[in-house]
């Protein structure tokens, strides 16, 4: 399995992106698909996740302003991001996996990574 993120870029305080990502490979129909991000000088953190059965899940800090999809045919997550500040400057992954519930915001639960979109928020 082969995750492509891209839809990343420079966007002022205040604005709004769209990231994607594209699984090739297999079908993901019935994995979780997430995002996770990691700011220069600190850990990789979770920040959204759906599973198959398309109840999503959010990290405490983008809870209100981010919105996770999928579609399925296209075998793509989404991940729009509104009311974006400085602090959500990262890289932004995706990643995928037979993830449960319990373990869904433990990136050591996917199995499959994509290759990270920058996104950077200007003040």
């Known amino acids: 399995v082969q995750l492509q993120a891209s839809g990343g870029g420079l966007v002022q305080a205040g604005g709004s992106l769209r990231v994607s990502c594209v699984a090739s490979g297999r079908t993901l129909n019935t994995y979780a698909l997430g995002w996770f991000r990691q700011a220069p000088g600190k850990e990789r953190e979770f920040v959204a996740a759906?599973?198959?059965?398309?109840?999503?899940y959010y990290g405490d800090s983008v809870k209100g302003r981010f919105t996770i999809s999928r579609d399925n045919a296209k075998n793509t997550v989404y991940l729009q991001m509104n009311s974006l500040k400085p602090e959500d400057t990262a890289v932004y992954y995706c990643?995928?996996?037979?993830?449960?519930?319990?373990?869904?915001?433990?990136?050591?639960?996917?199995?499959?990574w994509g290759q990270g979109t920058q996104v950077t928020v200007s003040s």
């Open positions: 759906l599973r198959w059965s398309s109840n999503a």
């Open positions: 990643a995928s996996g037979p993830v449960i519930t319990s373990t869904i915001r433990d990136q050591s639960s996917y199995y499959y």
